[in-house]
C-alpha cells in the first residue's frame, strides 16, 4: 500500500492535470469542454479535501495533540480555494472567460502554494508520526480519493 505522501501527492497530479485541461478548453473558448471537464476537477478536488480533512488532519492531530498548528492552516486554505472554486462555476455558468481565467490564476496560485507546504512539511510528518493508524489511515484516504 502507498504511504500517506504518496497516495495524497498522486491525488494533487491529478487534480492539477485536471484543472490545466479546464483552463486551456476556456482560453481556447471551447466552454462546453470546459463544461465537460470541470465537474470531475470540482468534485475531484472537494473530494481531496474531504479525505484531508476527515481522515488525514484528525489523525495527525491526535498524534501530535496539535489542533491549531498546521491543520488549522490548511483547513483555512481549503475553504478559500472552495469559494475560489463557487466563483469559477458561476463564471463558467455565465460564460465570463476574464472571471474565469482570473479566478483560475488564484485558484492555481493556492493550490500549488497549498500542495507544497503540504507535500514538503506536513505529509511527510504524518508519514513519520502517525505510527499505530498509518495503514488504517492510507486506505482509508485511498478509498475516498477513488484510489
Request: aromatic share 8%.
Amino acid at each position: 500500500m502507498a504511504g500517506l505522501t504518496q497516495c495524497l501527492q498522486e491525488d494533487h497530479q491529478h487534480c492539477d492535470a485536471v484543472f490545466e485541461k479546464a483552463e486551456a478548453a476556456v482560453q481556447a473558448g471551447d466552454w462546453t469542454a470546459c463544461n465537460d471537464i470541470w465537474p470531475a476537477f470540482k468534485a475531484q478536488l472537494l473530494r481531496h479535501f474531504d479525505a484531508e480533512e476527515q481522515s488525514l488532519f484528525p489523525a495527525f492531530e491526535a498524534a501530535t495533540g496539535m489542533t491549531a498548528g498546521p491543520t488549522f492552516v490548511m483547513r483555512e486554505e481549503h475553504q478559500i480555494m472552495r469559494t475560489l472554486v463557487e466563483e469559477l462555476d458561476d463564471a463558467l455558468v455565465e460564460q465570463d472567460e476574464d472571471m474565469f481565467l482570473g479566478n483560475a490564476e488564484t485558484l492555481l496560485m493556492y493550490m500549488q502554494q497549498h500542495n507544497l507546504k503540504e507535500e514538503k512539511m506536513l505529509y511527510p510528518s504524518c508519514d513519520r508520526l502517525i505510527t499505530d493508524a498509518k495503514d488504517k489511515v492510507a486506505a482509508r484516504l485511498a478509498e475516498m480519493l477513488g484510489q
